[in-house]
């Protein structure tokens, strides 16, 4: 078990042996999920932002006026 310490204005480090065991470096995100009194923190894996963009551009061949005409019933 690995123990860290809560700084006056609320920070804390991550332990050396789990951000080697888990591959964090400096700017990565970490998610906080409270459950019943207890706290898991997750290494969150960043957004491919150019990835997502393509993926924006791909559909919007989908978004014309007669696709919004025919799916707008469903």
Do not use: C, N
Not at 7 to 23: F, I, S, W, Y
Not at 25 to 47: F, H, K, T
Not at 62 to 70: K, L, R, V
């Amino acid at each position: 078990m690995e123990v860290a310490t809560l700084t006056a204005k609320g920070q804390v480090t991550v332990p050396k042996a789990v951000r080697e065991a888990l591959g964090l470096r400096q700017g990565d995100q970490l998610s906080w999920e409270m459950e019943d009194g207890s706290v898991r923190v997750r290494a969150i894996a960043p957004l491919d932002l150019a990835y997502l963009r393509s993926l924006d551009a791909s559909l919007q061949e989908w978004s014309s006026p007669a696709d919004e005409e025919a799916f707008a019933g469903l």
